[in-house]
T-cell receptor
Framework: SAVISQKPSRDICQRGTSLTIQCQVD?????MFWYRQQPGQSLTLIAT?????????ESGFVIDKFPISRPNLTFSTLTVSNMSPEDSSIYLC??????????FGPGTRLTVL | QQQVKQSPQSLIVQKGGISIINCAYE??????FPWYQQFPGKGPALLIA?????SEKKEGRFTISFNKSAKQFSLHIMDSQPGDSATYFC????????????FGTGTRLLVSP
């Protein structure tokens, strides 16, 4: 498996501000992803965090709104920019280990007022 | 074609009973089908997964049944316990899809004592 930590675990933010979420893994991984889970809903992939290059975004998500950094194989950040109440969600990072097994972090619960 | 359809949306089972959750997919390129268990306030935890080359996989009380021709797979929880009460997500991915998970809509399971 993988030990994944996220910071912060939760936050309450004001409209128009930005929040950066950190994801740290206990070992080097090639594939790392960021997902969003809106209240009571399923998980939706935001982007693939690529080490050393720009993230690959899914349809409906753009770099200006969700800039991602991946400086090395154990760490990534997701920024939620210019937040609105619609951004209130749980944000999760995940990593892929051997045999395609994908493990998730504990999530960051974001509330935008 | 990228969707994974999951049913039922919610399920109530008596302690000791069998919980059954079903999923269906259309993309024949999918070649890895994991199930995740999520408790409130936690990230999804990988429960069990299957590949299309087998029709069934069992781990403890959890069994995945896979029907490749029907493009369906299901999770069976034997001897369901109150501690199994959680939301369960099926998912699918493929190497050609860069291991990006497509999630079902989730099933909220309640096991009554």
């Amino acid at each position: 498996s993988a030990v994944i930590s996220q910071k912060p675990s939760r936050d309450i933010c004001q409209r128009g501000t930005s929040l950066t979420i950190q994801c740290q893994v206990d070992s080097q991984v090639t594939m790392m992803f960021w997902y969003r889970q809106q209240p009571g809903q399923s998980l939706t992939l935001i982007a693939t965090a690529n080490q050393g290059s720009e993230a690959t975004y899914e349809s409906g998500f753009v770099i200006d709104k969700f800039p991602i950094s991946r400086p090395n194989l154990t760490f990534s950040t997701l920024t939620v920019s210019n937040m609105s109440p619609e951004d209130s969600s749980i944000y999760l990072c995940s990593v892929v280990k051997a045999k395609n097994e994908q493990f998730f972090g504990p999530g960051t619960r974001l509330t935008v007022l | 074609q990228q969707q994974v359809k999951q049913s039922p949306q919610s399920l109530i089972v008596q302690k000791g009973g069998i919980s059954i959750i079903n999923c269906a997919y259309e993309n024949t390129a999918f070649d890895y089908f994991p199930w995740y268990q999520q408790f409130p306030g936690k990230g999804p935890a990988l429960l069990i997964a299957i590949r299309p080359d087998v029709s069934e996989k069992k781990e403890g009380r959890f069994t995945i049944s896979f029907n490749k021709s029907a493009k369906q797979f299901s999770l069976h929880i034997m001897d369901s316990q109150p501690g199994d009460s959680a939301t369960y997500f099926c998912a699918a991915t493929s190497n050609t899809g860069f291991q990006k998970l497509v999630f079902g809509t989730g099933t909220r399971l309640l096991v009554s004592p």
